[in-house]
């Protein structure tokens, strides 16, 4: 089915009843998760104001509030920080990792010899090359770039196998008798069916490279949203340890909402009937 095919489909009645009972489940979803959301709130406030357990422990929600306001500043200097090594961590590793994937399944040697060693090495919690990667980069930018480099690395790797693999022998045959080249039958064929995995793999990097990035922050480092939360944990500063967690979170919901989009819109024509 081609794409001009795909968007008169997509124009039909029957479409539209679709998209508009998605629509109503979606404002349900919604409804719901406001409503859980504000029972917890209430609920987490009430808990330390009557005496449950102590505001050092648990602060309410009206402390954390204040103290991500006092914190604010701070947020938006080392989170900028986190930001670029997020980011740098991403392009390299998912580059790194398309290209070696791409190498490994036009390589025989490569796959017997190469990628067995590979898979091996991605059941290793990446966490336990921080100190390697510490004497090898130091404690700045490098080592926290490095690290996650290396886990998005692994999960682009396996995606990218996963989605060449997945093309239909009959595509191939297709592109061969059309005497399509080996580049051609790559880049019209195999790609455009390793998409959908593909993107699964990007849209998990960017939380993998988050991840990685704040475990690494912790551990050690002078900047970054990890170091900010280490800092406040040290201070014994309970609702400002809570406030970066809630930033982070709020930061990881982000890119996962990012990646999703462009997944989407990348892969239209995939599985999109139900969302």
Not at 28 to 40: I, Q, R
Not at 139 to 155: D, E, N, R, V
Not at 208 to 220: D, K, S
Not at 228 to 255: E, F, K
């Amino acid at each position: 089915m081609s794409i001009d095919e795909l968007r008169l489909e997509n124009t039909t009645p029957d479409a539209a009843v679709r998209r508009g009972r998605r629509g109503r489940s979606r404002l349900g979803d919604v409804a719901a998760f406001l409503t859980l959301f504000a029972v917890v709130v209430v609920t987490w406030e009430l808990i330390p104001r009557l005496g449950g357990v102590s505001e050092f422990v648990l602060p309410p929600p009206s402390l954390v509030v204040e103290a991500m306001t006092e914190d604010a500043g701070q947020y938006w200097t080392h989170g900028l920080v986190t930001a670029q090594e997020i980011g740098l961590g991403f392009v390299a590793g998912s580059v790194v990792g398309f290209l070696s994937a791409v190498a490994i399944f036009y390589s025989p040697f490569f796959r017997r010899a190469v990628y067995p060693l590979l898979l091996g090495f991605r059941i290793v919690p990446k966490v336990a090359f921080l100190p390697l990667f510490l004497i090898w980069f130091g404690i700045g930018l490098g080592s926290k770039i490095a690290l996650a480099t290396f886990a998005i690395f692994f999960l682009v790797l396996v995606q990218t196998m996963l989605g060449l693999a997945s093309t239909e022998p009959e595509q191939i045959e297709l592109g061969r008798s059309l005497r399509m080249s080996e580049f051609l039958l790559f880049l019209k064929i195999r790609l455009p069916s390793a998409l959908p995995a593909l993107m699964v793999g990007f849209k998990l990097a960017i939380t993998y490279a988050l991840t990685n990035v704040i475990v690494a922050e912790m551990a050690v480092a002078a900047k970054g949203l990890g170091y900010v939360a280490v800092l406040a944990q040290s201070d014994l500063r309970t609702a400002s340890v809570i406030g970066v967690i809630i930033v982070v979170s709020v930061i990881g919901l982000i890119l996962y909402g990012i990646g999703l989009l462009i997944e989407r819109r990348v892969t239209f024509w995939y599985g999109n009937d139900d969302d």
